[in-house]
């Protein structure tokens, strides 16, 4: 009897320690498997997130990209044209490590003529050369050197809110969209992505009898910015400017101070002096601009070119008195 039951405990504990060990097995297997897992969720988690970490590094700003990019909106002093205006120009952007030029044409039509109107702008083209230092701070791809085909188109629709009396100023609201047909992201030439902003000019002017000066306009622009940049991410900014124009029956000549302010604070706190010229002869307007970055716009800009109202080009419409 003491064999029988040494024989049946030892095999208890046999059984036991296979047991013990087929536990430990599935323990170790498991914890494997679990290690397997975490390993395989982290990379799965880098594949996901490190180009959006990635995109994210580039600043959709104006301190690094190109001056067409998202530059510092222009205004007038709250006016619409009578009629139709085309004006060509020419840009030559210097100074701070990018030399750009470009053609741009501008198209003013009056829908209503002098209370709502339509207007187009693009670069048509841009040829730029960048130094090495900016190509690296931009993190450029590509050469330092190129040329782009077609810019961002801008379609603007302009209404006039309240038309200027002897004691109340003009008003006039400007609804503005951006388009993303820029080419050239990787060069930091253009955001390669859409925007919009709103903004209304207010300006008064006051009358003078001088041979000099036979007029004295002081506008400004309050407006909101907004521009996408990636992953559904956007920016807004505030719009704000000042100009003062001083005319005659053959010049005008414009100095204007205008900038916005983003929220994120990566170089998107452009402000820019301007100072515009204009010769006025019929239906044509002569002009040359230059236009200096003080801040976030790191660029000098020379710009020359005309204007011309074409009558025949603006929209008739014809009033049907009730019978």
Known sequence: MPDINDSMTKNENLKREKEAKKSEFYTQLFDIECVISKRICTIYLLICFIPVVCSQTVNYSPAYFGPNANPVAEFSGATIPKFTTVEVSGNYYFGFGDQTINPELKIEIPLLPQRISLKLWVALWEKYTVTQALYDQRQMQGKLSGTTNGGD???????????????????????????????????????????????????????????????????????????????????????????????????????????????????????????????????????????????????????????????????????????
């Open 153 to 323: 188109v801008y379609v603007q629709t302009r209404f006039s809110v309240l038309a200027e009396k002897k004691y109340l100023p003009a008003v006039l609201l400007n609804i503005t969209l951006k388009t993303a047909s820029g080419e050239a992201f990787k060069e930091r030439r253009y955001f390669n992505t859409p925007g919009y902003y709103f903004d209304a000019e207010i300006a008064k002017s006051f009358r003078f009898e001088n041979k000099i000066i036979n007029d004295l306009r002081i506008a400004t622009d309050l407006g909101f910015l907004c521009w996408e940049m990636t992953n559904s991410r956007q920016n807004d900014a505030f719009m704000y400017g000042a100009k003062i124009i001083l005319s005659n029956n053959v010049i005008d000549f414009e100095n204007t101070l205008a900038g916005y302010k983003g929220r994120i604070k990566n170089g998107d706190n452009p402000l820019v002096y301007s100072a515009k010229l204009i010769g006025k002869y019929k239906i044509f307007s002569f002009f040359v601009q230059y236009k200096y970055g003080i801040r976030d716009w790191n660029y000098h800009q020379l710009q020359a070119g005309f204007s011309v109202g074409i009558q025949k080009l603006t929209p008739k419409y014809k009033m049907h008195k009730p019978e």
